[in-house]
């Protein structure tokens, strides 16, 4: 195929979609400077992805990707979930939200710092077929940020298994263990046996 366009403005987002998907896709682009989004008004993070690429490929016509994802605290009752993009409010920078999420669970003690990471991925084709797919990455909030690699609350996501923060890990690492790598090889796996059929 050749052009894919992710429903983001997340130049790290869209590196790990270009970095994953470039052997599909002639080209892997972010959406155009000028769009305006939808409201994302969905329930679950399937909902609110499924809306951003149905209406970006309606208006664009071509292949869009769209991805919800966030962090789920379970000790937070399950904040800040959905709203992860914007927890704390406009205008807050990455590491601003990572600082309010450490705050929060000032005191905490580490047994009750359970989180994962969710992502939902949805494809959506101009024609109006469509394939989404799931990931989930169990791990738990540090105390503090490590790491200056990934975006979003990767530096205080702690992964058990490999002993170091999101922030910690390559891409390549983190594409193997992470939620939106699940999500995305799984989203291989429908996309290939739909070119097959």
């Known amino acids: 195929m050749e052009r894919l ?5 997340n130049q790290g987002k869209l590196r790990e979609f270009q970095a994953e998907l470039k052997d599909l896709f002639a080209q892997i682009e972010g959406l155009p400077d000028d769009y305006v989004a939808p409201e994302e008004t969905g329930s679950s993070f399937l ?6 690429a ?16 966030g962090l789920v605290v379970d ?27 450490l705050s929060r669970l000032q005191g905490v003690p580490p047994y009750e710092r359970r989180a994962r990471f969710v992502a939902a991925l949805v494809l959506v084709f101009p024609n ?14 540090g105390s503090s940020i490590q790491g200056e690699i990934g975006f979003g609350y990767d530096p ?3 992964y058990p298994p490999l002993a170091k923060t999101f922030g910690q890990m390559t891409i390549e690492e983190k594409a193997t263990v992470s939620h939106r790598g699940q999500a995305l090889q799984q989203l291989r796996e429908r ?6 059929d």
């Open 5 to 9: 366009v992710v429903a983001t403005t």
């Open 47 to 52: 909902e609110n992805a499924t809306l951003k």
């Open 54 to 69: 149905m209406v970006a490929s309606r208006k664009l016509n071509v292949p869009v990707l769209a991805d919800d994802s």
């Open 75 to 101: 000790t937070l009752g399950g904040a800040p979930g959905i709203h992860s993009a914007r927890f704390g409010g406009q205008g807050l920078s990455d590491g601003d939200r990572c600082d309010l999420l």
């Open 128 to 141: 109006g077929k469509t394939i989404s797919s799931i990931g989930t990455c169990t791990g738990e909030i």
């Open 156 to 158: 205080i996501f702690y």
């Open 191 to 196: 996309l290939n046996s739909k070119i097959m």
